[in-house]
């Protein structure tokens, strides 16, 4: 093999080895000891209001239902027949009593009993333990807010604790609605030929590629885009929390606030006191420094659930980047909005999901242009040898000053500071060497070493120093 | 006119908007379209119940577009940083099935069934079919697109979209 497997592949300086992205033994893996063991993502409360109401998911490649059951609790259950494993929910969503198998008629409830087995005198002569074979239950299932997680692992830590500082900036996100968060019907999916570590990513740190990727939004007369959630400015940061999970574009002084309200003028009357009166639930309901900051931009909850809320002009987004092997994913996207929004409002909202980070929307078909587009351009012999670089900002975070009331650490805007958090806890759960904090490549640089010296953890257990050699001669630092 | 009269020239006026499409030739296309055209797209999903295949015209859709919004798509691939379809995409559109309801003078229903056939770079290929119910305005010799609604076959999409559809 030109290159031996290794051992690290995140460097403690920001470097990530690709094979991260195509080694079907990593991808294994990583549905093993990340899906199977960290919170995941299932939809909105509001998806299923009533008793016997359902909507599918996946965890990992594990196909779900996701059933509010006769109590009007929500379990989640894997959809497939304990007997033969035949997928017994074959919808998308709807309501069920119960579901019957369509291969040989098992039939479950809604807390998910065995509740009728065909021929259970003649074929199994009354001799089948119904409790054993009663439908798959995901142990752990969880709400924060109306937003349903899911997870495999019986001893995993609490949601709150997953998600830790993150709820400082959700709260913000979840209490701004003057009503209910009202989930959209119409969950748009698409597959894309790329890893689901590429997607994930680009919501938990990448603002770079905001201004070229999406630059087409600046150049098209559509008020109704946000082109201007995009642009820097020195107010706004990048936030990383525990467990994975990075926000970006965060606003700490009320910018995001004072743009809706500029919005809002063109808008009428209306909304102008709509803005306001959410400015006001914020600071009822939470802190003066919440109200501030008033939205959380965009982000990713680690694994897979990216999200985005620029401002209460704006749709909720939600997206879930599903694992269908190492290069390929099925994205999931659906959109909410404040029930008691102005129908206006909403409107602009439903409008401004679609045409921008959707399915056809203007600035989503250029991420997944980058996605596919990486992923074949990666793939080879000398591609896989070599390392990406998400070393930006890296020995610069003096030249911050920022707010010390914000939850999590705090990076400036432009910044990878995101994924290498990202990174860093994926090697964690996947136990290859874990990253401490990222050391800065400057100091490094004037210490006297030579960029070269400096990539000996480039992948910081290379098993040779061949290896070695080759990812230093990728890192053009 | 006759019957086969009105077929053959809607027929002609939508054969000839597909190649126009095929051909790029975005803002010769926006001529062909009314100024209150709404471009409908609903998404797709798999229910147990008839009435929700599609679904209400208020919830989340793939593309609800007025005029407005299609120019602003032209401009976008006009820009040079329409990074998902530069260079362009080769496209095929294929019409079949097609019948032609009058509604009143100046109003025609027609329904057709298509098929996109969408290639681009080495490949990436896509292909979308479904059905369509246009209601197209006269327009002197011609006619505009007032509305169109355009129901995919597919829940799952094979891409995003970053053509017409």
Known sequence: MFQDRQESYVSEDGLVSRQIFFDPDIYRKELEQVYAKVWLFMGHESQIPNPGDYFTNYMGEDPVIVWRDRKGKVRVFLNSCRHRGMRICRTDFGNAKQFTCPFHGWSYSSEGSLVGVPFLEDAYFNDLDREQWALYEIPKVQSYEGLIFANMDPECISLNEFLGDLRWYLDIFLSRALGEIQVLPGRQRYTCKTNWKIAGENFAGDTYHLPYSHGSLFRVDAPLLNPVSYMHSPNLYSITTEHGHGLCGVSAAGERFEADIELAKELGAEAIEYVEETQRRLEERLSAQQAKVYTLAFGNIFPNFSLNNFSALRPYGFYLWHPKGPDAIEAWQWSAVDSEAPQAIKEICRAQFQRQQAAAGIAGQDDTENFEQVTEATRGVIGQSLVFNYQMGLGHEKALNPPNHLPGTVGPYYSEQGQRNYYNYWANLMDFAPMPEAKPVRKKRKSGKTNGKKSNHVVAAATSTENSKRARRGTRV | ?165
């Open chain 2, 1 to 165: 006119m006759t019957a086969s009269d009105l077929v053959y020239e809607v027929e002609q006026f939508l054969f000839r908007e597909a190649r126009i499409l095929d051909a790029a030739q975005y803002d010769d296309w926006l001529k062909l379209l009314d100024k209150d055209i709404r471009y409908w797209v609903p998404v797709r999903e798999t229910s147990d119940t008839a009435e929700t295949d599609v679904r209400d015209i208020t919830e989340m859709a793939l593309f609800d577009d007025d005029l407005d919004f299609l120019k602003a798509r032209v401009q976008r691939l006009h820009s040079g940083l329409a990074h998902a379809e530069t260079p362009i995409s080769r496209t095929r559109r294929m019409l079949s099935n097609i019948e032609i309801e009058k509604s009143s003078k100046t109003l025609v229903t027609v329904f057709c069934n298509f098929l996109i056939y969408q290639t681009r770079l080495e490949r990436t290929e896509a292909m979308y079919v479904g059905r369509r119910e246009d209601i197209l305005k006269r327009a002197g010799k011609s006619w505009r697109i007032k509305n169109r609604k355009i129901f995919l076959d597919q829940t799952l999409l094979p891409r995003t979209v970053s053509i017409l559809l």
